[in-house]
């Protein structure tokens, strides 16, 4: 998961805009082969629980998004799980199908919901064009390990 801070950020599908968001976070998913449900309700915690607003003095990283009154824009994105350590194109083996991928992004938004968070969606599978205006520039690479200790595989 690529996490992005943003003050705002959209998904356009076919040239019309499908979500947008304000103030908030930008995650960009990808589903590894073997992740499960546990893994998307538990990265979906530590999203919600990361503080990298700043507090009161408009400075540092100290308020959570729900404190901050921001939002979250779920992209769905295969290709975080191109490896690319072989040739010049992109191995995508390590990429869940999408049959099981799909329900573990939902996962991530449904639990990011259940945290009282507003969420929007890209468009499982379309081809998007993701603007947005990264806040900062505040950007962070997420993946199990971050939710589960090493890796457990």
């Known amino acids: 998961m690529v996490l992005q801070r943003v003050s705002q950020a959209a998904v356009s599908v076919d040239g019309r805009e499908v979500s947008r968001i304000g103030a908030g ?44 009154g921001g939002e979250v824009l779920v992209v769905s994105q295969f290709t975080l799980m191109g490896d690319v350590r072989k040739g010049n194109r992109p191995s995508w083996a390590a990429a869940a199908a999408p049959e099981a991928a799909e329900p573990l992004v939902e996962g991530v938004c449904d639990a990011l919901g259940a945290l009282g968070l507003a969420v929007s969606r890209g468009v499982f599978g379309a081809m998007m064009e993701v603007s947005l205006v990264n806040d900062g520039p505040v950007t962070l690479v997420l993946d199990s390990a971050d939710v589960l200790g090493p890796r457990r595989r």
């Open 25 to 68: 976070y930008l995650l960009l998913v990808g589903v590894e082969d073997g992740d499960d449900p546990d893994i998307a309700r538990r990265m979906a915690a530590k999203v919600a629980a990361l503080r990298l607003f700043p507090g009161a003095q408009g400075r540092g990283f100290d308020v959570a998004l729900a404190d901050a």
